[in-house]
């Protein structure tokens, strides 16, 4: 009998984490792998199955879980012996950003539910509202959807879009709030977040294993692959690799390259990759570039598979920022491209 109360109380409480790790992950993509690389093998699996049966989680088990990891760590008197451990110890386990969404945050943002719905969602719930409620809603939407569904709407009401955005007067932020959740309770009762929640939890579970060793990743897909043959075919075709950047434009590779900025990094990165990736790089960078890169071959010699990799992930990892940040096109992997293209070419 105790036996069965500890082990439902140590799954309780891997649910409880797998939830603030997805919840790290949406704000911060890649900093869960950091976590991940702390934890023992057998948790990491356990969490990640976890994940990969989650389809989507209520607001009241988010809020929950985030409050009582902000009591456990930063009240007085519980679990870690008060404020100064507690505080310690958050403050080695993570950075400043990391802390400050952890202790504050119990809910997503304003209206972050928009970007998990089809613009042909948004398209049609559009047409029985006013614009002025277009308006406001797209001022909380993220770049890159904003644009999307302003090339499928009617011209003129793109103009007036433009030119209320430019002088919106959002109101009172208790409004908003309660507008907030009564569009959230509308759209999950018309059933239209929920089609898209098992796409979701699949994008935020690739970009995990994006930012994972490949042995610890091959350990964790054999037990996915196991018990949910599936969803893991489908979890692969969604892992973006080093080898899908040759696919991006070459201003955002560009981007890329600068965001990572280390010159031993992008050296390191591009061995044993092939020749269509040497000459990405080399069509997009410098002489001075070029010859620092040379510097850098004539110094390190030959490169080890591990070096490679943890280049590789690093660019990985700075190319999704960039793409949440909206400062490069969304990036796909070579099944989503293939997709793309098929798609484009039947119309």
């Not at 890159?144 to 103009?159: C, E, I, P, W």
């Not at 510097?295 to 990892?317: F, P």
């Amino acid at each position: 009998m105790a036996e069965k109360t500890i082990a439902k109380i140590e799954k309780n409480n891997l649910e409880k984490s797998a939830i603030i790790l997805l919840f790290l992950e949406a704000e911060m993509p890649g900093v869960t792998a950091n976590v991940i690389s702390h934890l023992e093998m057998h948790v990491v699996k356990e969490v990640l199955l976890i994940i990969s049966n989650i389809r989507q989680i209520p607001k009241d088990q988010i809020r929950s879980a985030v409050n009582e990891f902000y009591h456990n760590f930063l009240e007085n008197d519980v679990l870690f012996g008060g404020r100064v451990a507690s505080g310690d110890l958050l403050e080695t386990s993570f950075d400043a950003k990391t802390r400050n969404k952890i202790v504050s945050a119990s809910d997503g943002g304003l209206f972050d539910y928009l970007d998990r719905l089809s613009d042909e969602d948004l398209i049609n719930f559009f047409e029985k509202e006013s614009i002025q409620m277009i308006t406001l809603l797209m001022n909380y939407m993220t770049q890159s959807k904003m644009a999307r569904l302003m090339t499928k709407m009617d011209t003129k009401q793109v103009k007036t879009i433009s030119r209320l955005l430019l002088t919106l007067e959002v109101p009172s932020l208790d409004v908003i709030w309660k507008l907030h959740f009564a569009l959230d309770e509308y759209f999950n009762d018309n059933v239209l977040i929920e089609t898209h929640s098992t796409d979701l939890q699949l994008d935020k579970m690739a970009s995990v294993f994006e930012t994972m060793s490949e042995e610890l990743k091959s350990e964790i897909f054999k037990e996915i692959q196991n018990e949910q043959p599936q969803m893991f075919e489908e979890l692969k075709k969604r892992i973006l690799t080093f080898e899908d950047l040759i696919n991006v434009s070459d201003i955002d590779f560009q981007t890329i390259m600068y965001e990572v900025q280390d010159v031993r990094t992008v050296y390191q990165s591009i061995q044993n990759t092939g020749e269509l990736m040497a000459e990405k790089l080399n069509t997009n960078i410098t002489e001075r570039y070029k010859a620092m890169i040379q510097n850098e071959a004539e110094e390190l010699g030959e490169v080890s598979d591990a070096d490679i990799e943890i280049a590789q992930l690093k660019i990985i990892k700075a190319a999704r920022a960039l793409e949440k940040d909206d400062k490069i096109e969304r990036l796909l992997t070579r099944t989503e491209l293939e997709k793309k293209i098929n798609d484009e070419s039947v119309v």
